[in-house]
């Protein structure tokens, strides 16, 4: 088993919430707190790109490398994890993160930030798999049930590829290489008309 | 000049006590590292959400499963064709 990955296709991804809306409802994440998100570039513009964005479970995770109380742990599949019950919700994993994904709720009595939560990769948390005290803390845990994750497997255009690092790249590959590029996309013609047609359209 | 002398002698010895007060301290490290989590391949123990196309506690067939699934359900060119 190589290492667990996500990739999102941004010729695919048609920022339609689907794989965030999928999170929140597998897991019951709270108010305000959002493991996934779709970001959007030049948003409005002609030819705008869209990708979904969570815990990417890098490698060397600068969570990991700053985390003052040592929270943090690797599973043997690569992905990271934290234990909520030493986090001190310090947010230092929130300003390390170049994604943006260390989450923290504000739903206390006096509104202060919360433990921190983030993307799991649907692989629980340090407690008893499938366990009721796992669900509350982490959610859900996909992987142990034989399931990739959630987002990924919801996708409705299977933009957000999940799982082993090896098999989503091959997946990626094969699908670039078919779909070439420019003209060569499927649906160039419909959309724009072929060189032909506009010959036609002319004369 | 006596006066000087245990002004010095305060003064020396207030160093001293200084430079020992770290001995003094409790260790600082990490109380250790954060409980470990089981193995997925182990499963949930709950049959129902389970998928049955693999044997828990089985790594191998576990991954396996993990692939043939990300083919099926993520591969749409292999699908078609």
New interface residues.
């Given amino acids: 088993?190589a290492r667990m990955k996500f990739i999102c296709d941004a010729e695919r991804c048609i920022e339609c919430n689907g794989c965030v809306t999928a999170c929140k409802n597998e897991h019951e994440v709270p108010w305000g707190v959002n493991r996934r998100r779709v970001v959007t570039l030049n948003d409005g513009v002609p030819g705008e790109k869209s990708i979904s964005v969570a815990c990417m479970h890098c490698s060397d995770a600068p969570c990991m490398a700053v985390c003052p109380?040592?929270?943090?742990?690797r599973?043997?599949?690569g992905v990271v994890?934290?234990?909520k019950?030493?986090c001190i919700g310090c947010g230092y994993c929130s300003y390390a993160c170049p994604f943006g994904a260390p989450q923290f709720p504000s739903a206390g009595t006096f509104g202060v930030r919360g433990k921190m939560d983030k993307c799991t990769f649907c692989?629980?948390?340090?407690e008893?798999?499938?366990s009721q005290a796992e669900f509350e803390k982490y959610g859900r845990?996909r992987?142990?049930?034989?399931?990739?994750p959630a987002c990924?497997?919801m996708c409705s255009t299977?933009a957000l590829?999940?799982?082993?690092g090896d098999?989503?790249a091959d997946?990626f590959r094969?699908?670039v290489v078919?779909r070439g590029k420019g003209a060569e996309v499927w649906g160039w013609g419909t959309a724009y008309g072929s060189k032909a047609d506009s010959k036609g359209a002319k004369s | 000049m006596n006066s000087l002398k245990r002004i010095a002698l305060f003064a020396s010895a207030m160093t001293v006590l200084a430079s020992l007060a770290a001995c003094g301290d409790k260790a600082q490290e990490?109380a250790g590292?954060?409980?470990?989590?089981?193995?997925?391949?182990?499963?949930?123990?709950?049959q129902v959400?389970?998928?049955s196309?693999?044997k828990t506690g089985d790594?191998n067939s576990?991954?396996q499963?993990?692939?043939t699934?990300?083919?099926y359900?993520?591969?749409?060119?292999s699908r078609s064709n």
Avoid at chain 1, 69 to 73: A, G, I, K, T, W
Avoid at chain 1, 143 to 148: D, I, P, Q, T, V
Avoid at chain 2, 34 to 43: F, K, S
């Fill in positions: 088993m109380v040592n929270c943090f742990y599973t043997e599949e994890l934290h234990d019950d030493v692989a629980g948390g340090p008893a798999n499938g845990n992987l142990a049930e034989g399931k990739l990924a497997e299977k590829l999940a799982g082993d098999v989503v997946i094969n699908r078919q | 990490l590292q954060p409980r470990q989590d089981a193995a997925p391949y182990t499963g949930t123990g709950v959400f389970t998928t196309d693999w790594k576990w991954a499963q993990l692939k699934r990300a083919q359900g993520q591969n749409d060119h």
